[in-house]
């Protein structure tokens, strides 16, 4: 029900920035949170932030803390992640997810499928 299509990803030198985008093509109860994932090859997939469209402080993995920022605009229905001071450890595909709380989001609890994703690739 709810499409959530991702963009931004790119080829990047480490120390530098990119902003990923995310619109989801409605609102619902079910995308109360929304926010990113990334999976890195031979990876599990790692929750990188999250926010709630009522307000409220953002939530960040411990890897990015400092580094990236999540943002919404709520007239587009989309979310953002500003990425600066790349690392080579942040190459990964980035997921964009939605669910009905925080908490859930943070657990892998979410409303939509994945989709396809948006390549990150940093390079040296």
């Known amino acids: 029900q709810v499409q959530l299509v991702e963009s931004g990803g790119g080829l990047v030198q480490a120390g530098g920035s990119l902003r990923l985008s995310c619109a989801a093509s409605i609102r619902a109860y079910s995308t109360e949170a929304m926010g990113w994932f990334r999976q890195a090859p031979g990876k599990e997939r790692e929750f990188v932030a999250g926010l709630l469209w009522k307000g409220g402080s953002p939530y960040y993995g411990d890897s990015v803390k400092g580094r990236f920022t999540i943002s919404g605009d709520n007239a587009k229905n989309t979310v953002y992640l500003q990425m600066n001071s790349l690392k080579l450890e942040d190459t990964a595909v980035y997921y964009c997810?939605?669910?009905?709380?925080?908490?859930?989001?943070?657990?892998?609890?979410?409303?939509?499928?994945w989709g396809q994703g948006t390549q990150v690739t940093v390079s040296s």
């Open positions: 997810a939605a669910a009905i709380s925080l908490n859930h989001l943070v657990a892998g609890q979410i409303t939509n499928s």
